[in-house]
């Protein structure tokens, strides 16, 4: 089995870390491949070095069929990991250096037992939806997002986007922006702005206004079978499309489709950690505020 190590600069896992992550693959006997930033910083911490026939750049290529793709940082990190993915039938793990976590769910302290599940075969797997974006101008490439897809204002002035759905207006947004998210998004951005928490498994997409004018307008679930179409007018012409973790500059009247992607992402969690239970963790529900 191969382990495609993965993680960003920031992140910066101590010593300790990184030398339980890579004593642990020696352990199990797995082979390695890592990403040119996150080995730099294993060079750095320590006195290991990397061999360069192990190290990959903005794409991991081809790897073999059981490879498990191992992202040490927070959800942003796990984001980018994904997008570096050559193969998206690749399992993709986490474990959580960072901060809130709903994606990479392994912790510190887990690293351990994770790795034993990887070796035993224990993982839990699960298909994650991913978003098809169209309509970008300067990308000539697919482009997707597990998370979510943000239409956002640049100027202080607001923004307006008419949202449609299989061909119908669903609304005019006036404000911030707006937000089409998958349910793995649902703990993400859409969170932040008010939407609903949705469980992976369900088959939607959510549509969150961002600050909207209208104090009547709420967020909208709707089906991951259909289109969404969003028609944006920035008053300087110029607005921001964020989609997961990377940026676009558009245009005004620029119109973006939205659409599930062909792609999935198989996450993966340890055997003994549910949805349910990283939300009673990560947003404290057990926590009793009236003590």
Not at 13 to 42: H, K
Not at 56 to 74: A, R
């Amino acid at each position: 089995m191969k382990i495609l190590l993965f993680s960003r600069p920031q992140i910066a896992p101590s010593a300790a870390d990184i030398e339980r992550i890579f004593s642990l693959i020696e352990r199990y006997g797995f082979d390695f491949a890592i990403n040119q930033e996150f080995a730099t910083v294993v060079e750095k911490q320590t006195s290991r070095k990397i061999e360069a026939e192990k190290i990959y750049t903005s794409s991991t290529g081809e790897q073999p069929d059981k490879s498990i793709m191992l992202c040490c940082g927070g959800d942003g990190t796990l984001l980018e990991g994904v997008h570096r993915l050559h193969n998206k039938n690749t399992i993709v793990a986490g474990i959580n250096f960072g901060h809130l976590g709903f994606l990479t769910t392994a912790t510190r302290e887990g690293v351990e037992p994770l790795f034993e599940d990887i070796a035993m075969g224990r993982l839990h797997i699960r298909p994650r939806t991913m978003l098809q974006i169209e309509g970008i101008n300067q990308c000539d490439e697919v482009v997707t997002a597990l998370n979510e897809v943000s239409a956002q204002r640049l100027e202080a002035t607001m923004l307006k986007v008419i949202a449609k759905v299989d061909n119908q207006v669903v609304a005019q947004y006036n404000g911030d922006g707006v937000i089409v998210a998958t349910p793995t998004g649902s703990t993400a951005y859409s969170l932040s702005a008010g939407g609903p928490i949705v469980a992976p498994e369900c088959g939607c997409f959510l549509i969150t206004p961002l600050a909207p004018h209208n104090f009547g307008m709420r967020p909208v679930v709707i089906p991951d079978t259909a289109v969404v179409e969003l028609e944006i007018h920035a008053r300087h012409g110029e607005a921001m499309l964020s989609v997961d973790n990377r940026t676009y500059r558009i245009g005004d009247d620029q119109r973006i489709v939205i659409r599930r992607s062909a792609e999935r992402i198989l996450l993966a969690t340890p055997h003994n950690i549910t949805f349910y239970e990283t939300l009673h963790s990560k947003l404290m529900w057990d926590v009793d505020i009236r003590n």
